[in-house]
């Protein structure tokens, strides 16, 4: 095989691979458009970066839990830095540790809220956790109804 031959396959698959990627954040978006309609919120704000999650915690859960988040996750990418520099505090490196930890746990309880709010429970919130744009999918496209935001005290959750 000549080596135009193996340069013409290699682009072929990156090819692919850029095209299919593209094709599934397409889906991806559309999927998350919906959703934000079903849950009586404008399509459109779904596009917008942090914007999008801002708006999906304020949906499922408070937006209170978003800042938290949010503060959480750029702590740890501070803490963290400090701690992998070369004189970097065994602290830090704790610290770093804490604060990814409750990102994580606050991801996973928004994963369960999002879940709960369109009548899904711990199965349909590990879905969500382990794979979470085909799951997206099924909520978009899918039969799943909105039914409020399951932190409220509206009695129906």
């Known amino acids: 095989m ?5 340069l013409a396959l290699l682009g072929l698959g990156v090819g692919t691979l850029l095209l299919s990627g593209l094709v599934l954040y397409i889906l991806y978006v ?7 309609s079903k849950a009586g919120v404008a399509g459109w704000k779904s596009i917008i970066p942090f914007y999008n999650v801002y708006t999906q915690f304020k949906f499922t859960w408070n937006t209170k839990m978003f800042w938290i988040f949010i503060g959480l996750s750029f702590l740890s990418g501070i803490m963290s830095s400090l701690g992998n520099e070369d004189s970097g505090s065994t602290v830090f490196k704790l610290l770093g540790a804490l604060c990814s930890l409750a990102v994580t746990v606050i991801y996973i ?3 369960y809220m999002l879940a709960r709010a369109f009548g899904h429970g711990i199965p349909f919130t590990l879905g ?3 794979f979470y744009n085909i799951f997206t999918l099924i909520l978009g496209f899918g039969s799943s109804t909105y039914r409020g935001n399951p932190s409220t005290p509206s009695g129906s959750f």
């Open 30 to 36: 559309v999927a998350m458009f919906m959703i934000f």
């Open 2 to 6: 000549s080596e135009n031959s193996i």
């Open 128 to 130: 969500l956790i382990f």
């Open 109 to 111: 309880l928004e994963s």
